[in-house]
């Protein structure tokens, strides 16, 4: 067998990019265990909702996966971004990634950036990178939005900023993205 008929091989048999029927029927179970989507509706955050849906629906984080993006939103009565702990305590987080040893952040710029270069892009997706950040800064109010890193070789990626309702009206959400990077 030469070496890429044994690449292709490992990459087969490996559990995480393809695992089991138990793995994968546990797998669904977590994720579907919790919803994502629990933030009391408000029309700042419905409109955020629809943007970064609508810029981000023909994106993927490109990893051994290619896996597409979720929104996710929940109430939030904090002005500061999650601990790790807090995104763990809000069901964002597979089981088997949520050990706070695997943990690192990075801010919208250091993730965002590699993904807009255009002359670095093999799948076409600079310029929607480049509209979903701006999207990101326009939704959190040119706030910082956080970009949160669980697990090895399987990493829960979130995207998350806070998006307060406009005017007089009341509704704080911790809202964004999450996707999977597989990276074995």
Known sequence: M???DSDYMAMLNNPTINPGP??????????SSKSRDTATSFDT????CNNIKNVSKDLILV????????????????????TAQE?????????????????????????FEPMMDETNDSYNQAKGFQSLYKTFKEAFNDKSGQ???FGQGSITVL?????????????RALAGLRSLLVQT
Do not use: C
Request: net charge negative.
């Open 159 to 171: 995207v998350l900023g806070i998006i307060n309702a406009s005017g007089s009206g009341r509704g």
């Open 45 to 48: 955050l419905t409109s955020a």
């Open 87 to 111: 995104i763990i305590n809000l069901g964002w987080v597979d089981q088997n990634a949520s050990t706070l040893s695997s943990f690192k952040t990075k801010t919208l710029d250091q993730f």
């Open 147 to 149: 970009v949160y890193f």
């Open 2 to 4: 030469d070496k890429g």
């Open 22 to 31: 138990k793995q994968q029927q546990e797998q669904q179970s977590i994720s």
């Open 63 to 82: 990893s051994e996966s290619d896996e597409s993006f979720e929104w996710v939103s929940a109430d939030w009565t904090k002005t500061d971004l999650p």
